[in-house]
């Protein structure tokens, strides 16, 4: 099978209906969506925080989301097994100083997926939401606004999950049987207990 890539900006409906368009050109359908654009900017408190930073967690986090959802809708097919996995994080449901934004938008994203399971209820489209740990990823890059040394901090002697360990489970939640749905999966490393319960090593 061939392998098409569209490159687009969540945070711009024109740009999301464009996609959506032009899947319908080239393939009439969607099997699995998986929206995984998002990220965090910058650890600032609530007093200190900044609108830009607020709203570009909230225009791609959460906006993106509900934008992609809405745009593939219409391509789902019905009663064939088909998945929506929306990837939000460990941080919708367990808090940290600095994350105001952040973990306010993947709760957002946890509740906006718990809602569309319940309109899709009957069509036979499975939504699922995963929930990752500590992830390895360019996510610190983006949060420390391109600073490498502090972009490492959080990983220092552990060892966090990688891409890999949340595209394999993309895979298993979506190959699963067409009437089995995972409803929430969350992923951390064998490191990581908690947000505030990480063991990390004098070297690893």
Known sequence: SEAHVYALDVADTQSVNAFGDWVKRKTKRLDVLITNAGGAHGLDTVAEGKDADWETMMQ????????????????????????????????????????????????????????????????????????????????????????????KKPYEGTYPLVGEDIAEAMVWVASRPAHVNIDEMVIKPTDQAAIHKVYRRKSA
Do not use: W
Not at 60 to 66: D, F, R
Not at 73 to 92: C, M, V, W
């Open 60 to 151: 791609v986090n959460v906006l993106g989301v509900l934008r992609m959802t809405r745009a593939a809708l219409p391509l789902i097919p019905h009663d064939a097994g088909a998945s929506i996995i929306n990837i939000g994080s460990h941080a919708d449901r367990a808090p940290y100083e600095g994350g105001s934004a952040y973990c306010g938008a993947k709760a957002a994203v946890a509740q906006l997926t718990r809602v569309l399971r319940l309109e899709l209820c009957g069509t036979g489209i499975r939504v699922c939401l995963i929930a990752p740990g500590l992830a390895e990823t360019e996510f610190s890059l983006v949060r420390f606004k391109g600073d490498v040394a502090k972009a």
